[in-house]
Nanobody
């Protein structure tokens, strides 16, 4: 069993940067693939980025490519999402998810665990 807790979301001005963290407790996180997803009001959950257990197989959604960076520190059982050049349309609740199977997936339904989410609000 893995429990995930996202943090770092807040109000941020457009063009700014933000770093989200995903702290895992429980066993096995260091061999799980991790994905970040987001959901804006009235919209479907959207793939943001994923990373394999060993830091490989990094992949980004088209809307964030070149602006966001996913990473992980298995010694600290934590995954990160560095966001820069934030836009109004990045406003959403961001979820961290973990998947036992390999490789990671762009489909959130393929994940086994996820946290409560953290709110990111970008203003002009």
């Amino acid at each position: 069993q893995v429990h995930l807790a996202e943090s770092g979301g807040r109000l941020v001005q457009a063009g700014g940067s933000l770093r989200l963290s995903c702290k895992a407790t429980g066993r096995g996180f260091n061999i799980y693939g991790v994905g970040w997803f987001r959901q804006a009001p009235g919209k479907e959950r959207e793939f943001v980025a994923h990373i394999a257990w060993d830091g490989g197989n990094v992949h980004y959604g088209d809307s964030v490519k070149g602006r966001f960076t996913i990473s992980r520190d298995n010694d600290e059982n934590t995954a990160f999402l560095e966001m820069s050049s934030l836009k109004l349309e990045d406003t959403a609740v961001y979820y961290c998810m973990a998947r036992r199977a390999d490789p990671p997936s762009i489909d959130w339904l393929q994940y086994d665990y996820w946290g409560q989410g953290t709110q990111v609000t970008v203003f002009s």
